[in-house]
């Protein structure tokens, strides 16, 4: 077996899944937001969204341990032998946690630590953006160009992901109200307008991942 092929095969799955799961948890959102629907009816599209939406939290994850495979396959990227074997390790325990506090049956002790999953976005997001600016920089530790820039927008996803997380923090007690008391002009405005701030940066994921796709596949000079 082609191993190099193998991983272009699940690195690019993974970003199939990242980009399709994104659409259909917005075009949920979407539905979710129509006032003509009862609560009962929304509270399904509610599940459906955060069911959704697992999906690119996941492929967010494994984007980057299976590129970085790929990367070091390629002889492009020095993060190799014992320090790729703990990228994985790290990856998939963060994989772990992802799974256990966003999704829908996410377990009482999973949804306490999302303030850790958060704190993992910020460092991550500190990492992968030294990571890309110093090998734009210096060749290191990527040593082609087109890598540390794909990097690069791989880092701004999490700036994203950090904005829209703030974004939809009215979210959630605004649901909740819904569901108690029903629909009230103030219920629907805080919930349209969470999910309506959030629209352009979820624009932006898509673009950032059809860009990256078509940057890991041409290889531009730049």
């Given amino acids: ?24 948890a917005y075009y949920a959102a979407k539905l979710f937001v129509r006032t003509e629907y009862s609560p009962e009816t929304r509270a399904v599209l509610a599940r459906v969204m955060q069911g959704v939406d697992i999906f690119p939290r996941l492929s967010m994850v494994l984007v980057l341990p299976t590129g970085m495979t790929l990367a070091a396959r390629t002889g492009i990227s020095l993060v190799d ?19 256990n506090v966003h999704r829908p049956t996410a377990p ?3 949804k306490k630590l999302q303030g850790l999953d958060t704190l993992i976005n910020w460092v991550l997001l500190v990492v992968v953006m030294v990571a ?5 920089v210096s060749n290191h530790p990527f040593t082609e ?8 927008f791989y880092g701004i996803t999490f700036v994203i992901l950090i904005a829209v997380n703030m974004m939809l923090k009215p979210f959630g007690p605004a649901f909740a109200r819904l569901l108690s008391e029903g629909s ?3 219920v629907e405005a805080i919930i349209k307008g969470s ?3 959030s629209k352009p940066m979820i624009w932006a994921i898509w673009a950032i991942v059809v860009i990256n796709t078509a940057i890991g596949l041409f290889k531009p000079v730049f």
Avoid: Q
Avoid at 1 to 24: E, K, N, R, S
Avoid at 83 to 89: K, S, V
């Fill in 1 to 24: 077996m082609d191993w190099t092929t193998f991983w272009i095969f699940i690195h690019i799955l993974v970003m199939a899944f990242w980009l399709g799961g994104d659409m259909g």
């Fill in 81 to 99: 032998g014992g320090w790729l074997t703990l990228l994985w390790i790290l990856s998939l325990t963060w994989l772990f946690l992802v799974w």
């Fill in 108 to 110: 009482e002790w999973g």
């Fill in 132 to 136: 890309a600016i110093g090998s734009l």
């Fill in 145 to 152: 160009t087109w890598l540390a820039v794909k990097v690069f």
């Fill in 184 to 186: 009230s002009p103030e």
């Fill in 195 to 197: 999910i309506d701030k």
